[in-house]
DNA sequence: CGGGATCCAGTAGGATACTG
DNA sequence: CAGTATCCTACTGGATCCCG
């Protein structure tokens, strides 16, 4: 899917959702916004994030370990000890995240008001 | 935009995923950006997005009109013609959007190597 | 032209048991 | 503690046919 050298902002929509479409499931951005400020263990991330199993921590973490954006650090010793923190470039993507969270936070009202007119005008309309 | 006091949006990253699960699916982003520059009708959409099937074109339009994220707009004539137009609303979200593109565009090459180095990796492990 | 109604495959995500 | 291995369900997305 390697296009040509890339244009403009506007012209690489692909990318963006190809960005989103990543990012966009479930546990990822939590993961990563868990990790903003200090690293974390494996089961410090599973307290901190309700509701995650540990399959699915394992997979989101390994993801984003592929991705480069966190690294993920053994201390040998009993019992095991893993930490992971963001890298460079997980905490250069929480930038544009943060942009996109102000925008939920300011918009999330309309959008909500926006849906429950557009299901009663549904119902209505049945 | 002020980041100074930091809770406001990181303590919300829950709303962040919410919104990034909505518009984190296959077609959405690419809707948003196709109605970026003017208004469009269903076929006029359904050319300019390469791959899409009419059922996910409707479903995504349906669920773009009922968060309030555009206008359907019907003239009343033989044949039919619909128009679909950005609201406010829509046009503020692809504000944030493009910050994500250019972290997108600036950031993909690292990803891609990341992800030839861990795979990689991950071969010699076996 | 602009959809609605079905059917179907693939995958994301959840629960649980087991291991080094 | 930090995972791996299974199994299962639900939802996403695609293809097709039909209708006003």
Redesign the pocket.
């Known amino acids: 899917m390697d296009m040509t050298s890339p244009p403009a902002a506007a012209a690489d929509c692909l990318g963006v959702s190809e960005v989103l ?1 990543r990012i ?5 951005v939590q993961v990563v916004v868990a990790l903003h400020d200090r690293p974390r ?6 307290r901190e994030i309700a ?12 993801l984003l370990e592929r991705d480069g954006m966190l690294e ?1 650090t ?1 201390h040998p010793s009993a ?6 923190a963001l890298s460079s470039l997980g905490r250069s993507l929480s930038q544009p995240l943060m942009q996109l969270a102000e925008w939920a936070i300011a918009h999330r009202d309309a959008v909500h008001e926006s849906r429950v007119r557009y299901d009663a005008s549904q119902l209505r309309a049945r």
């Open positions: 479409g966009g499931d479930k546990w990822t263990r494996f089961n410090d991330l599973k509701g995650i199993s540990q399959q699915m921590l394992t997979r989101t973490l390994k993920r053994v019992p095991p000890q893993v930490e992971y």
